[in-house]
């Protein structure tokens, strides 16, 4: 997957449940597996909901992804963007 911004990342981790998370993560060397071991752990023991350990989860993935490969914001250009160039 090449991401071009942050909202690349975003769009792309959305859609991943618990399990593939965690795939994506050991793909991209970006958690280790007692990470995975803590988080399993914490679910197990009704500390923590699973879709709450989610929602973190994706957030550090997106926040070290961004990190390694400097993603910015996505930038949309304004329907008129060319005619702020032109002179008259």
Known sequence: ???EDIQDVEEWLAPLDYVAVWAEAEAHAVLTEA????????IASGEVR???????LKTMLRLAL???YGLQDRVHDPVDSRYLTSVH
């Open 35 to 42: 990470d995975r071991d803590h988080c399993d752990g914490l």
């Open 50 to 56: 699973q879709d709450a350990v989610l929602v973190g």
């Open 1 to 3: 997957m090449i991401f």
């Open 66 to 68: 961004t990190k390694r």
